[in-house]
């Protein structure tokens, strides 16, 4: 019942608070063997990296990950390799600015954890949001890109931003080529042109935005995931829902589900040419529990950024009626650096799922 | 990593199959000392049971649950109690019809987990579904019954069906005295008089249809849940996506928070009569994964039932193209009966939250 | 950190109280596909059984085994197979006398759970030790067979009882066919009829022996187990400690090695006709937690029975100084019965173990 | 299944090589609001630090523990104390030495892992034994430190080496205050100074000895611990054995047990001046898998060191016959060193079991 692990099989546990001198996971249960040096894991930690461009927070973290342990480099080998013992990833917090915190340390900041860790601890970190900083989120990408790792490279795992404020893609413009090309990770340009506006006037006015993030991981093979309790897509909801500020999760047609009926839900299947073929997926390639073989689709809203420049009524730790104004360097959209995010939980979840079926074959 | 357990305190493990000779739940990790007997659990399955109105299944089952092990009744105490040792429940399996199976024996049902059971384990018990069929969850019920002894009297929970279909209830409408009167647990009496409609309308048609279900808990104190992995949200999705047939989960104002600005979203602290009052529960009672105090608001989005007499073309298990229609007695809308199962999936949640809240004390 | 179970992968829970209705175990991880019938598991049943001769306890349980699901005749295979769900065994208590229990409920026996239980749990089920029973070994036994079936023919399991009271048997004659010639399973007939004879004046005198019993598992690969907290070595100890009145286990040479030099302990590595051979097997057949390939050799203590008709001194439940003397049906060596039970324990760790060997391959 | 975690509430993962960078603990599930500082474990560390006698590793290293995370100086709160959040904790390498490797690297050391790895994983970090070495365990007495906070001032663990080769203690001239006042944690000062005898003449002859360590636990209150498969005693033995070169764990009279009567072996209960009064303790403090509220009484024994200057015979990893004499820097018996080890490891168990007994109130 590890609050900060997850994963069963395949498992990492992060630590680290967003001020602390450093961050850091510890991925056990990864297989011997797997090629693996830092080199590998940076790309993923750029594109979650904070500071890249007007729309998300100016804090300037290089975010370069170390590799303490679990991987040798051996002769008899072909360069640097996973040995089946721990691996120990630490990013150091660099930006960590030494400031007035007095206003967050004394005051609840609506729409935070400040409150609750207050009530439930007695005491928090409250530099910077400490523990709950989405700074933790950082070590799930670098742990995500192991996770990649054990997968292989016929499994792909990509995500996008589809949604900002009321305004979504169209999906007739979806082109993931796109996504890398805007600082949204957006798979339609029209659509990012348009975002771009949104944010500067948010931005200007001290307001923040939520969103909604799309994964789709193609690639997994039938027969993945559990019954009941181990269905790959409670493990994929569970997965996203632990992401800072998620407040849902859906799973292929999700909540547009509800209004179907059984005719039109249906995913027939036809005949395909290397297998069964379906002739839609509102499963989000789940039936079951257990993966079908097509495209696993998972949406997650991100609800707006609550460090807002404007002015909330809240209490102070003696419950007086205050007011607060967050001035830090903080994100108008957490949404936007949730897609890789988004991306290495699928990633996780997925390398568990991998080794836990694994296992449970009659061999 | 047991797929066929939940929680990690106060654990239940389910076993059985629905045309087995019976099926069950482990409780393991339940205080002791707690009155419990038989007739606490039963109105609660009572609930839950089939072939109660037209609009659900007429398999008729009495679903009489035995208590077989971990209850004591010691002259020393007042009456039985838990004796913190593993509580066994059972079912008898009565109206499991010995019939021809050999249409669902051979084809893969669309919608249904028949052909993810059959390339994962190469066998299943296709009778009703096996070990898929939502017959399972009747031991769920059960067992929140017991979690509900363990939340004690002043913790509330309550779910009712606030969608059918595109036809949503008028939320200012709601009134939970409503929920116990009509057939489909909902809290708007006008509203649900149409869905009757609706439903004779779908069953003529040999269709079926989706619904979303609402559970809202009072009573949870500040405190409970855990930050990162161990969130109390990231928990309640999890367990709501393992009933069947759900494709979504939100908390709060779910997908909605996407389409909010800041400003818009933050649940703002006023000093109350007792404590903290907040000015609203756009956080469905969680921040930082950690319980604020507030109500707990949970929303599932259940996909239409795949049994439909509507034929639907499929593959017989040798990859012939063929088509199936379903003949057997099916809940034309699964959402109705997960009603209860959702309050029971919260009830475990809050059960196994409370003793790990207690773990974690500096005592 | 469920109490009632065992195993990560391959996993089983039992319920149940010594003079309840039944008892059980639910197994759950086993691989699909295995031919699993009741007929599999009875024989191991058979050799636990109790009243089977003068030595052991007179109360008659034909312990008849059900398996009440996860498994399935399906004409498609070869006769009924486990199908990758949970298998709930289940076994009537038959021989559960009605009896006056006032004396075991308001006393506490020495070297019993009854003092313990009572202060933790204010509450116990007092007939015939209850949940503290050796009754629950019978689930052991049950889900062992299974174990070994996940295991395979080709790995061995077999145990001896080599010590009762203080005399040992000489390992110079050491038969394995003996084992089931003797009502001890001792593998040498000379030291067996000794025994006997020893059993029989502890029997007069109202007094009970401990013993030593060994297991020994030929046919595990070289590989299984895991570094550090997850030790093959470890696993085994913390599953004979969970065997009751057991409160000593070794592995190879034991607690002999203190006494060694390192170049007597060594067991020395030379080239064998199929891959390596050791000249020696002081540990075990366990190096750094893993498996070596060679025989994997455990040793467990047994107390003696604590229940025994000479009177001992106690405090009653009102901390009243009393006396006890238990005149019920027990077994006056307890290290008997604690043979079958060991050999279960070893293969349902060793079951696990393959299970996560597999999960954690590079595939 | 986390190979490198240990415990349920109260757990730490141990990551790291002897000779890589640093070694390290993430220690989680510690409650909030307890003082701790690197100064409070810094004193367990020193203890088991290599080089500070003739009798242990000349291996030079400070061993300066670091807390990276999970503790937090709030100018509300009384100094610096725990946060309920994972607290990491580092140690540099300081003396890995680089040397020549190849011998360990392509010969297998009888009695030690590299085979074992070598077979399972395909690959290992040779250096100094890597994962394997017992420098792992300078991060458990880190761990240990804190879990004897959780445990507080009142629950003393301690531990002594109570035979060396074939010399043990003689019992009643056992003092605590001797241990600290010799190389050896011996608590008879008599057997001290021959065994720095018997261990001069083993190093000048190459060689090496076993031993056998006992903890002692004073103050754990009746009722922690579990039954059935969650029991106090096979906890500590699984946690015993998980220790370097542990091949035998016994609790109270342990294999003794096993030559005594009933009669003898009762521990007799009386009224004490401030409850229950045991008149031996024959059970170590644990009945039931529970503790009595006596001391808890556990011994282990360590087989030699296996890395001696005397050459033994061993394969290549070629499979051809060679031998190897290892004339790195070894402690020439292990045992004395692992007695700090011992204390944290029951102190770690004692942590843990505390915050389960908490989380099974009926609150």
New interface residues.
Partial sequence: ??????G??F?F?????SH?????A?V??C????PLTEADLQPWLDQRRPGTSRHVTPRQEPDQVRI???V?E?D??NGQ?T??????LMIENVDARSKDYSDI?DK?R????D???D???????YRGG???SAR?TAMRVAAGGIARKVLGPDITIRAALV?V??RAIERDRWDWNTVSTNPFFCPDAETAALWADDMDA?RRDG??????VEVVVSGVP??W???????L???L???M??INAV?????????????????????????GET??AF?SN???GV??????GQDLVIRF????????R?E????D?E???TTIATHGRHDPCV?IRAVPVGEAMAALVLADQK?????????
Same sequence: chains 1, 2, 3, 4.
Avoid: C
């Fill in positions: 019942m590890s609050h900060n692990t997850f069963h099989v498992r546990t992060t630590w680290g608070e602390g001198p450093s961050i850091g510890v056990d249960g297989p011997a063997g797997i303490l342990s679990g040798f051996d008899r080998t390799v040995t089946g013992t721990p691996i120990n340390r609840w609506p729409g935070h954890a409150y609750t860790y009530m439930k601890y007695g005491v928090r970190d400490g523990r709950s933790e949604q404020g009321s948010l307001n923040s935005t939520g969103g909604v039938v027969g995931g559990a019954p009941v309790y181990g269905k897509d409670s493990e909801a569970a997965a829902m632990t407040k849902g999760v859906e799973i292929g047609a999700g909540f547009a589900s509800a209004a179907m009926t059984g005719v039109e839900a249906a995913d027939e299947m036809r005949k297998g069964p002739t509102h499963n989000g039936l079951g529990g257990i993966s079908t809203a991100v609800k707006p950024t609550s460090s807002i404007t909330r009524r809240t209490l730790r419950l007086n009626e949404a080794l836990r079926h694994q296992a449970q074959l009659n061999a």
